[in-house]
């Protein structure tokens, strides 16, 4: 059983997991990911979320030495994803007098994932700022949906001051690994949550006149210390407003000329005095990665190779995915390659002038196949409109 300690009262009982290689099948997770899964003991006895299959039997051994011998009176669902819902029919068979508490919504769905005899008779739906009284401890309940299902609940345990923050501040990473909170908590924000940030921000709202201790998320560490530190780090993230000075030179190169392109812009940037200067070759990097940086930084350059007709796919999916995720408030400059009918640069703008608050650069630089001197001089010019 993990050694993590909340409280007297409050155990966790989740899992790490260090052999999936993709979370949600697309986001490469090199340090892992945990499975957090918490049991809140006291006259009545809630347990809080469940784990993904994979980590089935070392959360039921879990569950088992945190109850020492007592049973369960509640099942709190706050998500019901897989990663996290996925053992509830195995609690409902291991402890058919337990409750589930959860989201009209959630309850609603519950029959497409599980086979729950007498459903009604063993649900308890709660609403917005109801309480549950569990002796000492009291859960209160606010809805948050579409972050990120629309059935999902968060818990404020009100003696403790501990919120159950379901998805809200998680981060990719298995508990055991030291690393630092915010750039695994990012990629995984900006990746998982990033389209709904009108939804974080109406939860952070709710949540503003409470008291928070501690934080125990769905994935990633519970957060004890500087609450306020990771509370502003949503607020940013979910206004969509930058939050470093930088530039994100973003590249989609077949042979290696738009790259060399790229590296260039780079080295003008910096000789313009540009703060921070990120190089990202979206044929190779980590796509999660590169769009974590685009929100992060307040400035874009997209170079690319024109390929069919349109732009070198690498480039077409990243935009897609920053459309995807709501992507705002930046200032962007293009760079456009092709041997013979450039086109690159009308795709990638077509699909940016779809976004909000963009403020797109005049110049545009363009290179048929080979970058030379006349390139460099429109480079320098984009570099003084972006950093101007």
Not at 73 to 86: K, T
Not at 268 to 288: H, P, Y
């Amino acid at each position: 059983m993990s050694k993590l300690t909340i409280s007297d009262a409050v155990k966790y009982i989740g899992a790490d997991d260090k052999t999936l290689d993709l979370f949600e099948s697309q986001y490469s997770i090199p340090n892992g990911v945990s499975y957090n899964s918490y049991v809140i003991l006291d006259e009545k006895i809630a347990v809080m979320d469940t784990v993904d299959s994979r980590k089935t039997e070392e959360w039921k051994e879990n569950l088992q030495e945190a109850l020492a011998g007592r049973a369960p009176d509640y099942l709190v669902i706050s998500h019901l994803e897989p990663d996290h819902a996925a053992n509830i029919q195995h609690f409902v068979e291991m402890y058919p007098q337990a409750m589930l508490v959860a989201s009209a919504k959630a309850v609603s769905m519950l029959p497409q994932f599980f086979d729950i005899s007498n459903l009604k008779d063993r649900t308890l739906v709660v609403k917005e700022g109801e309480t549950l009284s569990l002796g000492s401890h009291t859960l209160q309940f606010f809805m948050a949906p579409m972050v990120h299902w629309p059935e999902v609940m968060v818990e404020y345990e009100q003696s403790e001051k501990i919120l159950f923050s379901a998805d809200g501040f998680g981060k990719f990473g298995a508990l055991d690994v030291e690393e630092d909170w915010t750039c695994e908590a990012r990629r995984y924000y900006f990746n998982i949550v990033g389209k709904y940030g009108a939804q974080v921000q109406g939860l952070l709202k709710k949540l503003s006149s409470l008291e928070v201790r501690t934080i125990c998320p769905l994935h990633g560490p519970v957060l004890t210390e500087n609450i306020e530190y990771y509370i502003g780090k949503y607020l940013t993230w979910s206004s969509y407003e930058p939050e470093d000075d930088g530039v994100l030179v973003a590249y989609a190169s077949i042979h290696g000329n738009t790259k060399h392109a790229a590296e260039k812009m780079k080295d003008i940037l910096e000789a313009k005095g540009a703060e921070k200067v990120v190089l990202t070759d979206l044929s190779r990097d980590d796509m999660a990665e590169a769009v974590e940086d685009a929100f992060r930084y307040d400035k874009v350059i997209l170079a690319a190779a024109s390929y069919d007709g349109g732009v070198f796919p690498c480039m077409e999916s990243f935009l897609l995915n920053l459309s995807h995720k709501n992507y705002q408030k930046r200032k962007i400059g293009l760079m456009e390659n092709g041997s013979w009918a450039p086109c690159a640069g009308r795709v990638m703008k077509g699909v940016i002038e779809g976004m909000k608050n963009i403020g797109l650069c005049e110049n545009m630089v363009t290179i048929k196949s080979v970058m030379n001197e006349e390139n460099i001089k429109e480079m320098e010019m984009l570099a003084e409109e972006i950093l101007g």
